[in-house]
């Protein structure tokens, strides 16, 4: 350690010591004995970093002398910067703290932030307020919520006056819509906004992708990359059922449609016997054709016309159900009419009908052809069927029963004399609107 500005004069055996000396050395002592002259702790680098911890309340640890004080004070200092030397100076000083007498500033823009403490109790307390330097604009504000039991129990986050964000150690509850990245908004009202992307990559095992494709379509991928198609946003308003012919009106929304149509299925044939074990079977009608077609470009507000086929008397053929334009431009559609059965001659077994055909559809599919067993004793007997309806069954001697519900064909009579076949049923329109 140096040893500063004092100085000791040494006397000699025998020297007498006079006011004069005396007064000199008294002198030197107080001129000298001051912070500005008494040796320093900083004689080199090692010295002036000691440092050392004063402890803490009830475990203090004293010092035994100035420089021991010194070391304790730096140790202390080193503590309040948090710096590896009591002496680097930290990035805030302390005129920069909130409450310290200056403001808060960032990247040039002065902002106030006040803190305040939390009290025991579960009152709603601000404890962060930022606010432009001009005042102008809203202010972002933090509060806290209190326990009651010196906890904390809601964090409250406003922009100006309006509450954002609400949180406790469970739940997380966002007040206003939430934007992730540039493409997906979740917003406060209860829906989600997904803008038009490129489909991304696959998932990685046992997860799945969400994205929209295109306006009117959102996919689902898994981790194969298999993509699995949702169409617009479901029916627009609803599916329409039709049994009857009608100008049909694109509903508002609707750009495309799923049309299947069932034609009408045929009538039973007559059976004429000719005595008890000469039994007339009549022909069974055959069974309405179903066509579906996927339909899309349409214009809402724009027209098709639809003709549902009627059922076939007993003998006839069903009706054809047709969907062709309207103001709306489209390919006709045809769900042909199953056959009408054919009568029989005395004691004989008449033609079954055949099922009707569809044309232009994705899908065409044919009504089953009407069956029978035979005749004499052996009377069993079927119209054909459809998608939308089974063909009349029958066993006994009796005028033929109808087909049912839509394009079911109709079964043939039996008798030893004379018993008429049943009519086929009528056909369908469905109509499954889409944006």
């Known amino acids: 350690m140096s040893v500063g500005l004092y100085t000791h004069t040494t006397r000699g055996t025998g020297t007498t010591l006079t006011a004069s000396i005396y007064n000199a050395d008294h002198t030197n002592h107080i001129t000298n004995q001051n912070p500005s002259m ?38 202390a200092v080193k503590r309040i910067t948090g710096k590896a030397q009591w002496y680097i100076a930290p990035a805030t000083n ?33 404890v962060e307020l930022i606010q432009s330097g001009s005042g102008a604009g809203d202010d972002y504000e933090r509060r806290l919520v209190g326990g009651g039991a010196n906890n904390i129990a809601e964090i409250r986050e406003y922009f100006g006056a309006v509450e954002t964000d609400r949180k406790t150690a469970t739940l997380r509850t966002i007040q206003t819509d939430l934007k992730i990245g540039a493409n997906t908004i979740i917003d406060a009202d209860g829906f989600f906004e997904l803008s038009e992307i490129s489909a991304p990559g696959s998932p990685a095992a046992n997860k799945l992708r969400l994205y929209s494709k295109d306006p009117d379509l959102l996919v689902f991928k898994n981790s194969s990359g298999v993509e699995t198609q949702i169409g617009g946003g479901g029916i627009v308003p609803a599916a329409e059922f039709r049994t009857g012919s009608a ?21 039973g044939g007559t059976g004429n016997g000719s005595g008890c074990c000469a039994t007339g079977v009549g022909g069974s009608g055959g069974g309405g054709a179903t066509v579906e077609k996927y339909l899309s470009g349409l214009t809402p507000g724009n027209t098709l ?59 065409n599919i044919s009504g089953a052809d009407g069956v029978h067993s035979g005749q004499g004793n052996v009377t069993g007997r079927a119209g054909g069927d459809s998608t939308r309806g089974h063909g009349a069954r029958q066993t006994a001697l009796a005028v033929g029963a109808a087909g049912n519900l839509y394009g079911g064909g109709g079964a043939g009579g039996a008798s030893g004399t004379s018993a008429a076949g049943g009519a086929g049923a009528a056909g369908c329109a469905i109509f499954e609107w889409y944006v």
């Open 38 to 75: 008494t040796g320093a702790y900083s004689d080199n680098v090692t010295q002036m970093q000691l440092n050392t911890d004063p402890g803490g309340l009830g475990s203090e640890s004293l010092a035994g002398s100035l420089a021991g004080e010194l070391e304790r004070l730096r140790f």
């Open 94 to 126: 302390l005129d920069s703290i909130p409450g310290g007498g200056g403001p808060l500033t960032a990247a040039g823009t002065a902002t106030l932030l006040t803190m305040t403490r939390t009290e025991n109790d579960t009152t709603e307390r601000s």
């Open 247 to 267: 100008t049909i009106t694109i509903p508002t929304g609707a750009t495309k449609c799923k049309v299947t149509l069932v034609g009408g299925g045929g009538g």
């Open 305 to 363: 016309t639809l003709t549902v086929g009627a059922a076939g008397a007993a003998g006839g053929s069903g009706g054809n159900s047709i969907l062709a334009s309207g103001t709306q431009s489209i390919t006709t559609l045809t769900a042909a009419g199953g056959g009408g059965g054919g009568n029989s001659a005395a004691g004989g077994a008449g033609t079954n009908g055949a099922g009707g055909a569809g044309t232009n559809g994705d899908l």
